[in-house]
Nanobody, 126 residues
Framework: QVQLVESGGGLVQAGGSLRLSCAAS????????MGWFRQAPGKERELVAA????????YLIDSVKGRFTISRVNAKNTVYLQMNSLKHEDTAAYYC???????????????????WGQGTQVTVSS
């Protein structure tokens, strides 16, 4: 198993930036592909970004392309979500998730992910 702990959320004005971190422990971090998800009140959880175990394959949803970047440092057991030019509609609880992955791909389905963190709140004031 792997344990995930997110950090870096907070309150920021529109146009500002935040960097979310997700620290993993318990097993070899490079065994896992990682994803960042978000859930706003009254809405379903959605994938925001995903990254393969090596970092060689990444995915971002269209609404964050050009503003968000996902990256990982396997030596630090950490995956990051750099969020720039934040908008009010980015307000949500953000979760990182992990899936044991034999292939160097970035899984896109919520159902594929086996392990979840507790989440960190991001609030963007307009």
């Amino acid at each position: 198993q792997v344990q995930l702990v997110e950090s870096g959320g907070g309150l920021v004005q529109a146009g500002g930036s935040l960097r979310l971190s997700c620290a993993a422990s318990g097993r070899t971090f490079s065994d896992y592909a990682m994803g960042w998800f978000r859930q706003a009140p009254g809405k379903e959880r959605e994938l925001v970004a995903a990254i393969s175990w090596s970092g060689g394959s990444t995915y971002l949803i269209d609404s964050v392309k050009g503003r968000f970047t996902i990256s990982r440092v396997n030596a630090k057991n950490t995956v990051y979500l750099q969020m720039n030019s934040l908008k009010h509609e980015d307000t949500a609880a953000y979760y990182c998730a992990a899936v044991d992955s034999d292939y160097d791909v970035a899984p896109l389905s919520t159902d594929e992910y086996d392990y979840w963190g507790q989440g960190t709140q991001v609030t963007v004031s307009s």
